[in-house]
């Protein structure tokens, strides 16, 4: 008997037998220990309740008590007794059963209950409030929450209807679906009647002329096929419009009966509660068309450079109209989407989406058809980088008549690139180094027999070596490093000399380095200091724009860099000239539009998306009309933007 449950049962066996849910404390106690003396044998535990049962039953009763369960009454007098809940709640769930075969059976009334009965065993609420939550526990129902529900205290609801109708006695163990079912039926069975039925399907006609084929469609559906009506209230279109206008049109024709009978009043309160259950599936039918269409502008988004993106760049998506699209889904159902789009395989081929992860651990998406040509790209972008930085730090080195590993060694120089590409290009890098490139690879490329029109990744099933990837020559990199010295220095006699002279030794580091700039930095701190900003809005455009630059750039990267890449996408000139041409005419009619529309933004509203925004009307003049690449041409444009306000 630890069990509350068990007690609860007791309880409930005793209310049953009595064919009342008020019983009397003195006589449950007797009938406890009785109870306790049969079944001894059966459980040991029952032993508390063989002499003065009292003390052990009003425990259990105050934990059921505080649970909902039950309620005690007249608490301090001979006539103590106990409301038993349950027992109502089972009694009029066997009433909705009868409703459901005979809708002529008016709803239970709070007025039906016996008269001893207190009212607060009624858990008085709000029909629209509760049906709705009902609704969506319904949809969001599964196996634990079933459970879960079963072990629940039972309820017996008290559902509030407009004009003070009477409070109808809903039990929590009868699904809201089956009141639905209900509220129809009367309806259904008042319109069967073929002068209800004439004359709101007149009605109907009326108001909606050229639908008179629509509107017998719906009538009929309701009348002779209910399960269909039923189903048709979850869909959206013109249904809810028809079920608006007929509730209306009864509501209104009854709404003006002075003297009630029982049937109108039934009748008023099934119209309410469809009215109840047509406005949440309406709102829940556009919240889903709302979703769909937002994820359908995600799916959009991903397709757009810079192809990859991270759950928080995901997550402050915005549509065309500058709303963002977490809102118009919630976070549980951009996490379904990505977690369907990663792991659905079809066809034995990989997800549309793919995931990969930096050095950093930092997790990134990517749809797997850009990730070749994303590849291709970034290798380009960091041949020129990495070829610029190896070159400079190389001729330093041989400046100094110094020589490193990378220089002379295959297997050092890679290690050099590999050591570039993780600081440098690090998505690049993470991309050539994720788990699904081998076999995207395959894929995409082979078995679409377009590996000519791409770059090789691959070689005896093994990645290549970083400078066939990026076409960077060690020799190259040595001959323009060498290019840079001054002709002494490949003189052999004289570079010998000094060489001998000027070869710095190898030493042991010994202290810390000395800082080199301290004076400058000082200085220039004092001149932060003694000359104040001329302009405080420059200053505020400034700091919007290094927002926006630090959510538009990856890592690795930069602003320049970034330029230069979507520049060389959408710029596809052969001449140097015309090339250069044609790019100084777009960035002057940037330049020209900033000019004039900078004065009429604020620096508050500098954000990413108004600068995509702008970026948008401007590619969208005559101007530009030609470029066809508009995708990167977009990107270009709002990067150019931010680097004019920096």
Not at 32 to 44: I, V
Not at 194 to 222: A, W
Not at 364 to 385: G, M, Q
Request: with cysteine; net charge neutral; glycine share 2%.
């Amino acid at each position: 008997m630890t069990n509350t449950l068990n007690m609860l049962t007791l309880l409930k066996l005793f209310a049953n037998r009595q064919n009342h849910a008020h019983i009397l404390f003195a006589e449950f106690c007797a009938y406890m220990q009785y109870y306790a003396q049969r079944h001894l044998h059966e459980n040991p535990e029952l032993v508390v309740f063989l002499k003065n049962p009292e003390t052990q039953i009003q425990k259990y009763l105050d934990t059921l008590e505080t649970e909902g369960s039950i309620m005690i009454v007249n608490a301090d007098s001979v006539k103590k007794g106990i409301i038993v809940i349950s027992f109502y709640v089972e009694k009029y769930a066997n009433r909705y059963r009868e409703i459901l075969n005979n809708p002529a059976i008016p709803y239970p009334l709070i007025t039906d209950l016996p008269a001893q009965t207190p009212l607060e065993v009624v858990d008085r609420q709000q029909a629209s409030v509760l049906l709705s939550q009902l609704f969506d526990e319904t949809q969001d129902e599964d196996a634990a929450s079933a459970l879960s529900k079963e072990k629940s205290p039972l309820k017996l609801y008290g559902l509030v209807l407009p004009k003070d109708l009477p409070i109808i006695l809903f039990p929590s163990i009868t699904s809201v679906n089956i009141l639905l079912d209900i509220a129809m039926a009367k309806i259904r069975q008042m319109l069967r009647k073929e002068e209800y039925h004439d004359y709101f399907l007149k009605k109907l006609r009326v108001t909606n002329p050229g639908k008179d084929i629509s509107i017998k469609s719906f009538f009929t559906q309701f009348i002779q096929r209910p399960t269909e009506a039923i189903e048709s209230i979850r869909s959206s279109g013109e249904i809810f419009y028809f079920w608006g206008q007929l509730c209306f049109f009864i509501r209104q024709d009854y709404e003006k009966v002075k003297d009630y009978t029982q049937e109108d009043i039934a009748l008023l309160q099934s119209i309410y509660l469809t009215e109840i259950a047509l406005s949440y599936y309406k709102n829940k039918s556009q919240k889903e068309n709302q979703k769909t269409a937002a994820l359908r502008v995600l799916e959009q988004l991903l397709d757009n450079p810079p192809y990859y993106f991270s759950k928080e760049t995901i997550q402050g998506f915005t549509d065309s109209k500058g709303n963002r699209l977490l809102g118009q889904y919630s976070e549980k159902d951009l996490a379904d989407f990505l977690h369907a789009k990663t792991t659905a395989f079809a066809d034995d081929n990989l997800p549309d989406l793919l995931t990969f992860k930096l050095h950093t651990g930092e997790y990134y998406y990517i749809n797997k058809d850009k990730v070749i040509p994303l590849i291709i790209r970034l290798c380009a972008d960091a041949r020129d980088t990495i070829k610029s930085n190896l070159t400079k730090e190389w001729f330093a080195i041989y400046k100094r008549f110094d020589i490193i590993p990378a220089m002379n060694d295959k297997k050092a120089y890679e290690r050099r690139l590999e050591q570039e590409l993780l600081t440098r290009a690090p998505i690049l890098y993470a991309l050539l180094h994720s788990n699904f490139l081998s076999l995207l690879y395959y894929e995409v490329v082979i078995s679409k027999d377009s590996a000519k029109n791409t770059l090789n990744l691959f070689g005896d099933g093994k990645l290549l070596p970083y400078s066939e990837l990026l076409m960077l020559s060690r020799s190259e990199i040595i001959t323009d490093a060498k290019i840079l010295l001054p002709f002494w220095y490949t003189t052999p006699p004289i570079s010998w000399i000094a060489g001998f002279i000027l070869r710095p030794r190898k030493r042991k580091k010994k202290g810390a380095e000395p800082e080199v700039e301290t004076a400058h930095v000082q200085l220039q701190d004092e001149n932060d200091n003694v000359v104040p900003a001329k302009n405080d809005r420059r200053k505020e455009f400034r700091s919007a724009a290094e927002v926006a630059e630090k959510r538009l750039v990856p890592p690795g990267s930069d602003l320049d860099r970034e330029l230069t890449s979507y520049m060389n996408q959408w710029n596809h000139l052969l001449d140097k000239k015309l090339r250069i041409d044609l790019t100084e005419d777009v960035n002057s009619l940037i330049r020209d539009y900033m000019r004039k529309t900078i004065k009429n933004v604020k620096s508050s509203n500098f954000t990413v998306e108004r600068i995509h925004e702008l970026a948008g009307i401007l590619i969208r003049t005559s101007a530009l009309q030609k470029i066809k690449d508009k995708d990167p041409l977009h990107m270009y444009v709002v990067l150019y933007m931010i680097r004019l306000v920096k």
